[in-house]
């Protein structure tokens, strides 16, 4: 069995490293989740319910270790300004169409 759990703590490490990576770099919350899928599978992690283990992962280490997993993208906005793009009302159409 410890072959298994060191796997997954390789998986863990390998989710946590690249979600981290891609906050640093600015990427929104779903290319930081792609990304980290994408670390997982290369760690060994099953193609099946891959989505769903990174997303608990990340969950894991947000609660354990919050400051270290959104640190490097904290400091991507305070850099850069805010990270959220900025729309117009639900309603309102596109300056190109309109």
């Known amino acids: 069995m410890t072959g298994a759990a060191d796997s997954r703590v390789e998986q863990l490490r390998a989710v946590g490293r690249a979600y981290?990576?891609?906050?640093?770099?600015?990427?929104?919350?779903?290319?930081?989740?792609?990304?980290a899928e994408a670390a997982f599978l290369a760690a060994g992690g099953p193609p099946a319910g891959a989505r769903e283990a990174v997303l608990g992962m990340v969950a894991q280490l947000a609660r354990e270790h919050g400051d270290w997993l959104f640190g490097p993208a904290q400091e991507w906005v305070d850099r850069h300004g805010s990270q959220e793009?900025?729309?117009?009302a639900l309603f309102e159409p596109p300056e190109s169409v309109a």
């Not at 981290?20 to 990304?35: F, N, Q, S, T, V």
């Open 85 to 88: 793009p900025v729309h117009g």
């Open 20 to 35: 981290r990576a891609a906050g640093g770099r600015g990427l929104d919350r779903l290319r930081c989740i792609e990304e």
